[in-house]
């Protein structure tokens, strides 16, 4: 078996996990288990004042009828809460709850956690082997379709 091949065998193992870890709901530092969606939709929420459905949609990628559902969801969990503002009565916007916002510290502390490991690696490569890496991103990058398009 060639070195290519090695590679490509080491990559269908880590998209293989990934598609396992998406299907399976976590705790992200709460009693709560939650699923990649809904720790996503609370990662575009951030703390704060919170955001509208069609922020939310636009930031995510996905319909208003998808908001709602994983909205409900987390409502459920109490993790999010509706609300409207003094000035805007007719929009519906939406923020974390103090376990909420536990939930987003956790999940972006495990995503910089990740990412300063990549880093140091990258970091110690010689300016050939990242240019080999960029290389072999921009084959998959053009070559991998975009079915969310």
Avoid: C, W
């Avoid at 951030?46 to 208003?64: D, Q, V």
């Avoid at 970091?123 to 398009?149: A, F, M, R, Y």
């Amino acid at each position: 078996m060639t070195d290519s091949q090695k590679m490509m065998i080491g990559f269908a193992k880590i998209q293989s996990r990934i598609n396992s870890n998406d299907k399976k709901a976590r705790s992200f530092g709460t009693t709560k288990m939650l699923h990649q969606a809904e720790i996503h939709f609370i990662d575009a929420i951030e703390p704060g004042e919170g955001l509208n459905a069609s922020e939310l949609s636009e930031k995510l990628g996905i319909t208003n009828g998808a908001i709602t559902q994983i909205a409900d969801k987390l409502l459920k969990k109490k993790l999010v809460v509706k609300y409207k503002k003094e000035n805007n009565k007719k929009e519906v916007y939406i923020r974390l709850t103090p376990e909420g916002e536990i939930a987003f510290a956790s999940h972006r502390q495990f995503h910089k956690e990740l990412n300063d490991k990549i880093i140091e690696y990258l970091d110690g490569l010689t300016s050939e082997q990242i240019d080999g890496l960029k290389g072999l991103l921009n084959v998959i990058d053009l070559h991998l379709p975009d079915l969310s398009k």
